[in-house]
């Protein structure tokens, strides 16, 4: 590696920055280096200090009096009509840049400078001195976004002016403002008020965190404390769902859907998928997004998944359904939370109480599947070897006739102005070949549907966006025979009958499925929900309609049987967690679920776009690093997703083992055009997203990026590492201890190792 050991070796390294953050520093309208810093004579009026002024110890000083050094500022960045916006200090790359802060300070007020940038090429610290210690950030703000901070600052309105409405329109109708929705914008109120820039709040599902969160922008945006927001979302339906919400409650301003393929537009409000922020995050400065939120948030928090989250700079706002005990450790700490505790949680206990959310019952009597004394405890299990022990046509047949002819005995004691039996219902399959034959027993059940009382809805299936929306606001079907696409993030409040013909062993997951019931549907008098849970996986939490699992560990457990374990921790990414299709070869494609080997899909993929790039103008315009419009990417990914091959992002993901990546990122990886960025630069950058979550002094944080090359060379940091050369020659140890303490800095490299080194196979 290069060792940047003077300043002059650093202000290569930052130039290059301040031109990936719009910067041209050869541009002296906008960046002047070498600035001789500017005195107050007596009157206020600024005027250079030029050298010899004054004399031998003479001393200017700023309008409150602090003294000037007759020394030059190393570079200033400049507003569009030349009014100074930023100084930055430069350091060689052995200094804490932190410890610049009282030399730089004077400059910055002699140059009526609001902002500084401390930095030694490698560590940047930002530092709005008016209002807010320094603190670390991944990149250099752009002039649009200093000039922004300096129009909200002359804007800003207490947010306790700011009245919380008591009603809201949102989908045609009119909805009030809940008790505990209220509560939480006043704790978000004062979080903000009292300079906590992070925020996690913890809502069951169907309590309305979407519309909850949209109410809190309009108040931040309208008190003059936003004006760009990030959505961050990990499923299309939650962006999908989103976009809704924002449109009916922020639609005065401007929003849109970047995906993969698209340009980025300058519009106030961003949704975006986290897979798709990943690849495109170093597209936006630190400083573009005033508000970032992070829908399910739990999911986002680990390994590489933080590296979109903590490059901005930004007010963060989480947001999650799962209960605080099974919530990493990570996200808290991100969200800077005391002692593993939501800045707000309303428990699923209460909103059940309050009648916010509708409770449910278990169907008794029901066959069931997995026999007693069965061991399949397996965390590992191949869910196409699964589907073929524990389940065949019998069974199958025997699992639907059960579950439709209790749910037309029971819909009308459920939902008394259902029009249609059974009311709605989703099935929860284990593969897509069990789905496929789940949904053509019940089809057979009712031939007077004409194939239309039960539907599959997967990713194979072209149209699975029509089918969700006719399943929402139509009819039929009545209902949805699904693989992992609906147990998270789907939304239809007249759902009255969950059908789970899988097991589950994720409590997250669990309660997400089961939440998928809960909502309100006071047009059809839905009073209760039922669950039909074939693989008595309500058993296995503890869970019943009288004692409900929360997660907390105060579910009824009978004695000797301890609270279910966690998941290992590197599958609590994107909520695969329960899929645990790690190890699996194959990939499921078709309505049917026909099987084809990972190697073979990959390749035949390869294949079809080096063909089709010929002919097809849109894959080349992504061949050629075009930008395509949201109608032209929803065209190609219709076209791919077509018999026999079923090219979706789901499958591709799978198939290349990338949860993370895009339809777009998999064109260009078979194209040959997909950068794979060095295991150094992507251990970098997840080192600097884990140093950004952390609430770490400067000497700390300098301290850990002297161990990061270590890491980067070694493949992960080892104890014995402190005590050898070169670190030994640093006393590293010796300085660890005193920074961290015996046990912190133990605690401290081991969560190093395993945010930022330890090797992903997802």
């Not at 919400?245 to 929003?255: H, K, R, T, V």
Request: glycine share 6%; net charge negative; aromatic share 10%.
């Amino acid at each position: 590696m290069t060792d940047f050991s003077k300043e002059t070796d650093a202000r290569i390294l930052i130039d290059d920055q301040l031109r990936q953050a719009g910067w041209n520093p050869a541009d002296k309208s906008q960046v002047r280096t070498e600035i001789a810093v500017y005195g107050r004579a007596a009157g206020g009026t600024a005027r250079p200090v030029r050298e010899g002024t004054g004399g031998e110890g003479a001393v200017l000083t700023t309008a409150d009096g602090d003294s000037v050094p007759t020394g030059r500022a190393d570079y200033v960045l400049l507003s569009q009509n030349g009014r100074a916006l930023a100084v930055i200090e430069a350091k060689r790359s052995a200094i804490q840049p932190y410890t610049a802060k009282q030399q730089v300070l004077p400059y910055a007020k002699g140059l009526d400078a609001p902002f500084i940038f401390l930095t030694n090429g490698e560590l940047i610290y930002f530092w709005d001195y008016g209002n807010d210690d320094a603190r670390i950030v991944n990149s250099f703000f752009s002039r649009r976004d200093l000039e922004r901070l300096v129009e909200m600052r002359s804007t800003r309105k207490a947010l306790a002016t700011i009245e919380i409405p008591e009603y809201y329109s949102r989908q045609g109708e009119n909805r009030s403002v809940r008790p505990y929705q209220q509560e939480t914008m006043q704790a978000l109120d004062q979080a903000v008020e009292l300079g906590k820039r992070r925020f996690l709040m913890e809502l069951p599902t169907g309590t309305g965190k979407t519309d909850l969160v949209c109410l809190y922008l309009k108040r931040l945006i309208q008190a003059g404390r936003a004006e760009r927001v990030l959505f961050l979302v990990d499923r299309e339906q939650l962006a999908k769902q989103a976009k809704e919400a924002i449109q009916d409650i922020l639609g005065e301003y401007s929003n849109y859907w970047l995906r993969p393929g698209m340009a980025r537009q300058e519009q106030q409000i961003t949704v975006c998928l986290l897979q798709t922020m990943i690849g495109r995050y170093e597209e936006f400065t630190s400083g573009y997004f005033d508000v970032v939120i992070a829908d399910e948030c739990h999911r986002s928090i680990y390994g590489t998944w933080q590296t979109a989250l903590t490059h901005f700079d930004a007010l963060h706002i989480g947001l999650t359904a799962t209960p605080s005990p099974y919530i990493e450790r990570n996200t808290f700490q991100f969200y800077q939370c005391r002692d593993e505790q939501p800045d707000f949680a309303f428990s699923i206990q209460q909103a059940f109480t309050d009648e916010y959310l509708v409770p449910y019952k278990f169907a008794t009597g029901i066959t069931l599947i997995v026999a007693k004394g069965a061991k399949v405890d397996d965390e590992a299990y191949d869910p196409a070897e699964f589907e073929r022990k524990w389940t065949n046509e019998d069974t199958n047949r025997k699992m639907m006739a059960e579950f439709d002819r209790l749910a037309w005995e029971n819909y009308k004691e459920l939902a008394p102005n259902q029009p249609i039996g059974p009311g709605k219902t989703i099935v929860f399959a284990i593969t897509k070949r069990h789905a496929a034959r789940l949904a053509y027993y019940l089809n057979e059940l009712h031939p007077e549907c004409k194939g239309r009382y039960a539907e599959v809805i997967t990713s194979d299936v072209a149209n699975a966006d029509d089918l969700i929306r006719k399943f929402k606001w139509e009819d039929y079907p009545q209902v949805a025979v699904s693989v992992g696409m609906l147990d998270t993030g789907f939304d239809c409040r007249e759902v009255l009958h969950l059908v789970m013909c899988r097991r589950v062993r994720s409590p997250i997951l669990y309660q997400q499925m089961r939440g998928r019931g809960t909502r309100t549907a006071p047009h059809i008098g839905k009073t209760k929900f039922v669950i039909y849970d074939f693989f008595e996986n309500h058993k296995y939490f503890n869970d019943s309609d009288t004692d409900i699992f929360t997660g907390t560990g105060t579910g009824r457990a009978p004695v000797g049987v301890s609270r279910p374990p966690k998941p290992p921790g590197d599958l609590i990414e994107l909520g695969l967690q329960d899929e645990w299709l790690h190890a699996v070869t194959y990939v499921e494609v078709g309505p049917e679920g026909e099987r084809v080997d990972k190697r073979d899909y990959l390749t035949n993929w390869s294949t079809t776009i080096q063909t089709a790039v010929k002919d097809d103008e849109l894959i080349r315009k992504v061949r050629d690093e075009e930008s395509l419009s949201e109608d032209e990417e929803q065209a190609l990914a219709e076209r791919l997703n077509r018999p026999e091959m079923y090219f979706n992002e789901d499958n591709l993901r799978r198939a290349y083992r990338r949860p993370g990546g895009s339809l777009i990122d998999f064109i260009r990886a078979a194209l040959g055009k997909l950068r794979i960025k060095s295991r150094e630069e992507e251990l970098t950058e997840n080192f600097q997203a884990w140093l950004v979550s952390k609430s770490l002094t400067p000497d700390q944080a300098q301290y850990l990026s002297l161990l990061k090359n270590r890491g980067i060379a070694s493949g992960k940091i080892e104890l014995e590492d402190l005590f050898n050369p070169p670190l030994s020659i640093l006393n590293a140890a010796g300085l660890g201890v005193e920074l961290f303490g015996e046990v912190g800095l133990k605690t401290v490299i081991e969560d190093m190792n395993e945010s930022v080194f330890q090797e992903k196979t997802a």
